[in-house]
C-alpha cells in the first residue's frame, strides 16, 4: 500500500465498499455526534467523511487534532445507510471508518477559517493567501483560470497558431505606462525594462518570417490597482498574424472567445460569431462608453432641436451660444415616478453636477402626458416629440445631459449604467460581445495646444496612403476627423483587449509621428530597433491581445481580479505574503552601483 495514499478525498465511491483505503488531507472539520466523531478529511481532489469510534485507541489525541493539520487515514470504505447519504457530495455515499492515522503536520490556530466562506480584510487573506486559497470557492477558481488558459491555448492551435516565448528583460515598450525597471549589474547605470507587453518582439516575429504567433504572455506595468486591473502583472492572450487584415483577426479571434465562453458558460447564452461591430463615434454617443454594456437595452438619443429656442432657459441657451452644444436624452423605461427621478437627481449631484433633468409620463383623463419641471418650460408639442422619439410610454422617464458631448459623455454613460441596473433592465445569464472600431487616429491634447495620438502610435491610419503621406500637419481638422484600425472586444462592458493593424511601413510611422509633433530623430531613439526591422521587407500584420485575467474574472462571476489570480498584490502593489518590495541590502545595490535617495514623505 503507496505511504501516503491510495485513493484521494474525491476518489470513493460505492463501488469501493469494503475495500481498506489509505487517504491523505487536511482536517477540514470535525463534528462529534454522541460517540461517534465524524472527520472530513479534504485535498485537491474533494473531499471524505471519515467516521472513529471512542474505542479508537487513538480516539483522544485525533479528538485534538486542530483543523487544517495534515493526516493520512487508513480504514475501511463502509456505505453509508439511506438517512446519511450525501447527494451534494461526490463521495456521499460513502465513509471511511479510521483503522489508523498518521500525523504528517500539525496546524497552529488558524488566522483565518478556511471552512465556510467568511469575509476577512484583504490585508488578512492576503498575507495567509496559502490559507485562503484552500478555500473551496477560490481553489475552485483558480482551477478554472487553468482550464481556461488551456482552451484558449488548444483553440490558438487549432486556428494554426503556433506559441514562441518573449524576453522578459529587454527594453522600455511604448505602451504608454510606467515600467518596471531592472538595474544591470553588468552595466552600470543601465537598465532593463519587464515589457509592458510583448508588442514590439511579436512585430518582430512577424518580420523575421512567422506567419501565425500567439503566447500566454506575462505583462508588467506600473500601474495604481482597480477592480478590473491587477497591479504589477498580469497575463494577456497576446497573437499576432501576418498578410492579415482587421477581418482577418476579426475571424480567428470571434470563434476563440465565443467558444471558451460557451464551454464555461455555466448555462448562460453567448453571443453568437459574427459579434456586432460598432464604431466608436456611435459607442459614444448611444452609449457614452467605448466599452459599452449591452446587456443594458437604454440607447441614448440627439434630441438637441426639441431644446433650440425652447422656453427651457438653461439649454437653449447653451445651444444659442454654441453649436456645438447638444442634448442628450437617456430613456427609462418603468422610471416614471418623482421618487424615481428625484433619486436620480441626487446622484447627478453626487457626481459633482448640478443636477440631472427629466420628464416623466403619466395618463391623464385618458391622454398621455409629460410632467416634470422640463415638460412644463418646453411645452406640450415639444415634450410629445421627445416623447414619439425615443418610444416612451404610461409610466416612463427621460433624462437629459447637455453641453459639449466631450464632456458630458462619459457621465451620460454612467447615468444610462445607473438608470438600467435601479430599474433591472439588464439581462440576465448573458455574455453580449461586441467590436469597437473605428478608433480615431489622433486627438486634440487641450494642454499643450497641439494634436497627439489617441490610443496605438503603431496603427495603421484608414487613409490612402498617397494623401496620408501628403497631409499637411497644420491641416487639424483632417487630422482629427481621420480614423484608424484600432478596435476593442468588449464584454458585459468590460474592455477584454485592444488590437490594430500594424503600420509596416517606416515612412507612413514617421508621418504618422511627424503629424503627433515628433521629429524623426525622437522616433529611431525611441523605436529604432523595430524601424530599422521594418526597413528590410515587413509584411502587413495585425493583431489583438485579449486579457487572460478578466476573462477569468467574467466567466468565474466575480468582480474583482484578486478573485481569481493565485498570488495577487495588494491595492498598493504589495505581496503581504513574502513581504515584496523591500529595501535590498546594502552590499546588493553596491554591486549594482546604486544608491537609494528615498522622499521626505515616503520616510518612516
Given amino acids: 500500500m503507496h505511504v501516503y495514499r491510495t485513493h484521494t478525498c474525491g476518489e470513493l465511491r460505492s463501488a469501493h465498499v469494503g475495500e481498506t483505503v489509505r487517504i491523505s488531507g487536511w482536517i477540514h472539520r470535525k463534528r ?24 479508537f485507541s487513538d480516539f483522544e489525541r485525533i479528538e485534538r487534532m486542530r483543523v487544517e493539520s495534515v493526516i493520512t487515514i487508513t480504514g475501511k470504505v463502509v456505505a453509508r445507510d439511506g438517512e446519511a447519504v450525501n447527494e451534494n457530495l461526490d463521495t456521499g455515499a460513502i465513509e471511511v471508518r479510521i483503522e489508523s492515522f498518521e500525523v504528517q503536520s500539525e496546524a497552529q490556530e488558524l488566522p483565518l477559517p478556511v471552512f465556510g466562506e ?81 508588442q514590439q518582439f511579436k512585430q518582430l516575429i512577424m518580420v523575421s518570417g512567422f506567419d501565425r504567433y500567439f503566447q500566454i504572455a506575462p505583462c508588467f506595468r506600473d500601474e495604481d490597482a482597480r477592480a478590473d486591473r491587477a497591479p504589477g502583472e498580469f497575463y494577456q492572450l497576446d497573437m499576432e498574424m501576418s498578410f492579415a487584415t482587421q477581418e482577418d483577426v476579426f475571424s480567428v479571434i470571434e470563434p476563440v472567445m465565443q467558444g471558451v465562453f460557451e464551454e464555461f458558460a455555466n448555462g448562460k447564452t453567448v453571443t453568437p460569431a459574427p459579434f456586432p461591430r460598432i464604431t466608436y463615434e456611435d459607442a459614444m454617443r448611444k452609449y457614452g462608453s467605448d466599452k459599452p454594456d449591452l446587456r443594458n437595452p437604454i440607447v441614448m438619443e440627439a434630441v438637441t432641436e426639441h431644446f433650440a429656442g425652447s422656453g427651457f432657459k438653461v439649454f437653449a441657451g447653451m445651444i444659442e451660444k454654441n453649436p456645438k452644444v447638444e442634448v442628450w436624452a437617456i430613456p427609462a423605461p418603468k422610471g416614471g415616478s418623482r421618487a424615481f427621478c428625484d433619486r436620480m437627481n441626487a446622484w447627478a449631484q453626487k457626481e459633482g453636477q448640478p443636477g440631472l433633468g427629466y420628464i416623466f409620463f403619466r395618463e391623464a383623463e385618458g391622454k398621455l402626458e409629460g410632467a416634470g419641471p422640463i415638460a412644463k418650460n418646453i411645452g406640450e408639442e415639444r415634450t410629445e416629440a421627445i416623447r414619439t422619439q425615443l418610444g416612451l410610454h404610461d ?35 448573458i455574455f ?49 476627423a481621420m480614423r484608424a484600425f484600432q478596435y476593442d472586444i468588449v464584454c458585459n462592458g468590460i474592455e477584454l483587449s485592444s488590437g490594430a493593424v500594424r503600420n509596416h511601413r517606416p515612412d507612413v510611422m514617421l508621418k504618422a509621428f511627424e503629424i503627433a509633433g515628433y521629429g524623426p530623430e525622437v522616433v529611431e531613439e525611441a523605436f529604432g530597433g523595430m524601424l530599422n526591422a521594418f526597413r528590410y521587407g515587413a509584411p502587413p500584420h495585425a493583431g489583438i491581445a485579449p486579457g487572460v485575467d478578466r476573462i477569468v474574472m467574467i466567466l468565474a462571476d466575480v468582480e474583482n481580479l484578486r478573485e481569481v489570480v493565485m498570488f495577487p498584490k495588494d491595492q498598493q502593489a504589495r505581496d503581504l505574503m513574502m513581504n515584496a518590495p523591500a529595501p ?21
Avoid at 462619459?410 to 445607473?418: C, D, H, I, M
Avoid at 460581445?433 to 499643450?448: G, Q
Avoid at 499637411?472 to 481638422?477: A, K, M, R
Fill in 432 to 480: 453580449k460581445f461586441c467590436w469597437i472600431v473605428d478608433f480615431p487616429m489622433y486627438e486634440w491634447d487641450e494642454d499643450n495646444k497641439k494634436v497627439d495620438f489617441s490610443h496605438n502610435p503603431f496603427s495603421m491610419p484608414q487613409y490612402d496612403m498617397d494623401h496620408f503621406m501628403a497631409l499637411d500637419p497644420s491641416n487639424t481638422e483632417e487630422i482629427l
Fill in 395 to 429: 409610466g416612463d422617464a427621460v433624462f437629459f445631459a447637455a453641453g459639449l458631448p466631450k464632456d458630458f459623455a462619459s457621465f451620460a454613460g454612467r447615468a444610462r449604467n445607473v438608470v438600467g441596473q435601479e430599474l433591472d433592465l439588464y439581462e440576465k445569464d
Fill in 584 to 604: 535590498a541590502q546594502p552590499a546588493q545595490l553596491k554591486e549594482l552601483h546604486l544608491r537609494t535617495v528615498i522622499p521626505q514623505d515616503k520616510k518612516a
Fill in 32 to 55: 462529534d455526534h454522541g460517540g461517534l466523531l465524524f472527520v472530513d478529511l479534504r485535498d485537491h481532489y474533494g473531499l471524505t467523511q471519515c467516521v472513529v469510534e471512542p474505542e
Fill in 118 to 198: 467568511p469575509e476577512w480584510s484583504e490585508e488578512v487573506r492576503l498575507k495567509n493567501r496559502f490559507l485562503d486559497l484552500r478555500r473551496e470557492s477560490l481553489h475552485k477558481r483558480i482551477v478554472l483560470r487553468s482550464k481556461i488558459i488551456d482552451s484558449l491555448r488548444r483553440r490558438m492551435q487549432d486556428e494554426n497558431f503556433t506559441e514562441y516565448q518573449t524576453p522578459i528583460l529587454t527594453a522600455s515598450s511604448p505602451e504608454g505606462a510606467r515600467d518596471f525597471l531592472v538595474p544591470s549589474r553588468l552595466h552600470p547605470g543601465s537598465f532593463y525594462a519587464l515589457p509592458q507587453a510583448p
